[in-house]
């Protein structure tokens, strides 16, 4: 997956951030613009904890069974600060990356974040969904901004996310019973109801859909092994 034509410099400072995704949010696109899925990926960053250094993994997977076709990772410096509302500018260049070395690029890619569900309209899925020009979900382990109802304690129950207007900005989607719901939004090129299908077929009895939730181990993996050596994950196909 490779951004057409890079559509602002990476450092900025987080008032230019903040304008940056007031204007940017309005070139996302909700929509049903991929109809037959044949790859679904997860993406995700870990930070050290002792240094400037982020961990961001890809893992594509194929959407019928869920078995994975392809990892790639990298290792980067953050240059954004820790910002709430702004993680986009500290995580995307490093996810980036981490999408151009695939080989088997995604039909869909779900995010761990928000995609819409974002007090200027813009988090990190949308974002990397603008940027790439590609179909993209917010699926994230808590909310940034909105109120809901609880959904019911089943699988695969739902309540709408509103906003402060009453908009519907996303999905509160209760992926296992008796564990915390997810929230999920439309990062770019997907409606909600596609966004909360994708979401609930790639779950396999864990709370986190498996692209995100392998992808969260992944990156796991790399730091440790960014920390001893000897542990090596693989990136291969």
């Known amino acids: 997956?490779?951004?057409?034509?890079?559509?602002?410099?990476?450092?900025?400072?987080?008032?230019?951030?903040?304008?940056?995704?007031?204007?940017?949010?309005?070139?996302?696109?909700?929509?049903?613009?991929?109809?037959?899925?044949?790859?679904?990926?997860?993406?995700?960053?870990?930070?050290?904890?002792?240094?400037?250094?982020l961990y961001a993994g890809v893992v594509v997977l194929d959407y019928t069974s869920l078995a994975v076709v392809e990892r790639r990772g990298v290792c980067c410096e953050a240059t954004f600060p820790y910002i709430p509302g702004l993680l986009s500018f500290r995580e995307a260049p490093a996810l980036l990356q981490a999408l151009a070395q695939l080989t088997c690029p995604?039909?869909?890619l779900i995010v761990d974040g928000q995609g819409i569900a974002h007090p200027r309209g813009l988090g990190l899925a949308s974002h990397l969904g603008v940027w790439?020009?590609?179909?993209?979900?917010?699926?994230?382990?808590?909310?940034?901004?909105?109120?809901?109802?609880?959904?019911?304690?089943?699988?695969?129950?739902?309540?709408?996310?509103y906003g402060p207007r009453g908009e519907v900005l996303g999905a509160?989607?209760?992926?296992?019973?008796?564990?915390?719901?997810?929230?999920?939004?439309?990062?770019?090129?997907?409606?909600?109801?596609?966004?909360?299908?994708?979401?609930l077929?790639?779950?396999?009895?864990?709370?986190?859909?498996?692209?995100?939730?392998?992808?969260?181990?992944?990156?796991?993996?790399?730091?440790r092994a960014h920390q001893n050596p000897e542990e090596k994950p693989t990136h291969e196909r």
């Open 132 to 161: 790439l020009d590609a179909p993209t979900i917010g699926c994230a382990k808590s909310r940034l901004m909105g109120r809901y109802v609880e959904p019911a304690d089943v699988a695969g129950a739902t309540s709408p996310l």
């Open 1 to 53: 997956m490779h951004a057409m034509q890079p559509l602002h410099p990476w450092q900025v400072t987080p008032a230019e951030a903040r304008c940056l995704q007031r204007r940017l949010r309005h070139r996302v696109r909700i929509g049903r613009y991929v109809q037959d899925i044949r790859y679904v990926a997860g993406a995700d960053v870990a930070a050290a904890r002792t240094s400037p250094a």
């Open 201 to 223: 077929h790639c779950c396999r009895g864990y709370r986190l859909p498996e692209p995100t939730r392998l992808a969260d181990h992944y990156v796991g993996a790399l730091r």
């Open 106 to 108: 995604p039909d869909i």
């Open 172 to 199: 509160v989607v209760r992926t296992k019973a008796h564990v915390k719901p997810v929230f999920v939004s439309v990062g770019h090129k997907v409606d909600l109801e596609q966004a909360v299908a994708v979401v």
